[in-house]
Structures are given as C-alpha cells and as structure tokens.
C-alpha cells in the first residue's frame, strides 16, 4: 500500500503543479473474519464513510460507494454484498444490509446524529447505544484492531500475533462494548480513547 500511494501521490502531484501528501493517515489493516456478523458489520462502517463525512445522509446517495452500486442494480456491486450475507437472497441481502446501517427503520435514513463526545457520555455511565448509531461514528474497533471477528475466530489467531509482534504475554479476545454487537470480539481492548 505505501508503494501504490507514494506513487499516485507523485503522479498526482507532478499531473496538478502541487506538492504534499494527498492522505492524511497511515494505511492501517484489519484481519476481518470472512463470515457472518464481523464481515457484515464492518461492510456497514465502510459504507457509511461517506456519511461519518458529511459528504450525504444515505449511503446510496455516494456515487463512489459499493452500497450505492448495489441499488442501483450493478450486479458485481450486488455480489460483494451477498458474499457478506449468504443466508440471504439477493434481494433479502440488500434489505439486511440497509436495515443494519440504518436500524430497523430502514425505510427512514433520518438516523439521529450523535456526537462522540455524546456517546463517549453514554458508554461511560456503562450504557448502551444502538449498533447503527455507533457504525455512524469514528469507532476505532474498526480502524486500529489487528482482528476483528467472533470471539473464536480471533482466540484462534493470538498465537500467531504475538509471534509476529514478538510480544512476551498472548493477547486475549475482547468483547467489543458499547452496543449488542452479537459474539463480535478483537484482538485489542481500548480502555479509553475508543473514537477518533
């Protein structure tokens, strides 16, 4: 990935007389378990990116979005998602998919906004917030955990991380909090700092 990026940013850069970096982070990775709940939730917190952005209200709405794809009839677009919900039809699959970006009022996308520091408020009392209202923020369980996935999934791969970190103490399986997120667990615990 840092190939592929210094080179657009120079071809990018030399194409428009400027200079710079054209990202403003490193390229960070997760190891996403390739079924059920982990995949299908973090196929949510991609899509809503352009939401979390302020760029539109319905990730349908973004042009450069595989969702928006997806409705709009692209059958490669409608593929990727069914992957992500294989117990489902085609048809079901993007249904499911909407109501878990959206809640279960899938038919309103008027989702309420919630601020981090308004859910941080929630979380620390030990509260709960809906899954679709936490997708629609900057959770780091999403962003900067090594593995995401069910609590099996990622006990699974403990002992290769700690090889590959060199780390005296094997990481554990942590649940993810702040929500019902079903049996979805990673790899690290935030103690604090859990939006960016």
């Known amino acids: 990935m840092k190939a592929v990026k210094q080179r657009f940013s120079v071809w990018y850069n030399r194409s428009h007389q ?24 973090m196929a949510a917190y991609i899509d809503l990116n352009p939401v ?38 085609n048809d079901d699959c993007l249904q499911a998919h909407r109501e878990l970006i959206f809640g279960k009022r899938a038919g309103d996308f008027s989702q309420p906004e919630i601020s981090n520091q308004e859910a941080l ?13 936490l997708l629609r923020c900057r959770f780091r369980y999403f ?4 593995i995401l996935g069910s609590s099996e999934f ?18 554990k399986a942590n649940p993810l909090k702040g929500s019902n997120w079903g049996d979805l667990a990673s ?3 935030f103690r604090n700092r859990i939006f960016t």
């Open 18 to 41: 400027r200079y710079g970096t054209l990202w403003a982070e490193r390229f960070k990775s997760v190891l996403v378990e390739g079924k059920g709940n982990p995949l299908q939730t």
């Open 52 to 89: 979390r952005a302020g760029l539109v209200e319905d990730p349908k709405d973004y042009r450069y979005c595989g969702y928006a794809e997806a409705v709009a009839g692209n059958p490669t677009a409608r593929k990727g998602i069914s992957l992500a919900w294989k117990d489902y039809t």
């Open 121 to 133: 408020k929630v979380l620390e009392k030990g509260g709960q917030l809906p899954r679709a209202t």
């Open 143 to 146: 962003t900067d955990v090594a």
């Open 154 to 171: 990622v006990r699974g791969l403990t002992g290769l991380w700690q090889q590959e970190k060199q780390r005296k103490f094997p990481p």
């Open 187 to 189: 790899i690290k615990g």
